[in-house]
């Protein structure tokens, strides 16, 4: 998935403001491709920046009313509330089609409207508590158990269909049901080094590393894809902060060290590794190999 844009542009501005006019939602117009988080535009109307936060909210009053936008009603909130209850988070309910926007609801329990922010917060205590309360059972737990030994993380499971939630397997870890606090460390400690071991298969992995074309008198050039290269260390990376946190005490920071981890070499490496330099010019891993590629024309 292509990583989201996080400094402002005036037109990265402008894209915004126009699809708030038009009546969307600054949630629905961040899943556009190529812009930026929910997060970072609230951002740039905190920091004003460039003027931007008059301009946003003239823009966003302007597309009150127009199609995509979700006006209050008795209905629509009382929809809100009842997937509140049944355990969805607000965000979750606001991605629904026919759903306001999660700022839209934000406001309504700001201003009470209607005595909403009471109903609001019960809803979702409600929801919290359903999703909490979730039965501990032998074949779940085994599922959980099986998936973390597999490297997933407990979002990615729990966001399953007829899985528990995230609070549910902590409440479970708390009351130790048949021994489950044991398995789930050990299980966490064996998907770390199942994350590890992909970490290692990212690095190998030289499938497409090279971009090869011809030119106009017939000959071959090679290079390395930069955007390959560049997804490489961001998907290492990724799971070296994530080990990290997994792992603090084998691989988090040294006690009043520098603030790197204690094997960030290792990690160093393999970034080296990734940027192509220890592989060399063009050899045996590279296409630009002029006789197999006559054989293939």
Known sequence: MPSRPTFYTPELAERILRELRAGRSVQDICRDGGMPCRDTVFEWVRQDREGFAARYRQDRETGHGRPGYVAWSPEIA??????????????????????????????WVASDREGFAERYRAARQAGERRQAEVAHSVEIA?????????????????????????????????????????RYHEAREIGCQAIADDMVKIVDDRDNDW????????????????????????????????????LP???????????????????????????????GLPSEDSPLDQDSLRDED
């Open 78 to 107: 009382e929809a809100v509330l009842e997937e509140l209850m049944a355990g969805r988070t607000l965000s979750e309910v606001c991605g629904d089609p026919g759903m306001p926007g999660l700022t839209a609801v934000c406001r």
């Open 142 to 182: 085994d599922r959980v158990i099986l998936a973390l030994m597999k490297g997933r993380t407990l979002g990615e499971i729990c966001a399953e269909p007829d899985m528990p939630s995230t609070a549910a397997v902590h409440n479970w870890i708390k009351a130790d049901h048949d021994g489950f606090r044991a």
């Open 211 to 246: 971009i090869v074309w011809r030119d106009s008198e017939g000959t071959l050039h090679s290079m390395l894809d930069p955007e390959r290269v560049t997804r490489a260390r961001l998907r290492v990376d990724t799971r070296w902060k994530l080990l990290c946190r997994m």
């Open 249 to 279: 005490r084998t691989l988090g920071e040294r006690p009043g060290g520098d603030g790197r981890g204690a094997t960030a070499s290792e990690l160093d490496e393999m970034r080296r590794l990734i940027d192509g330099r220890s592989r």
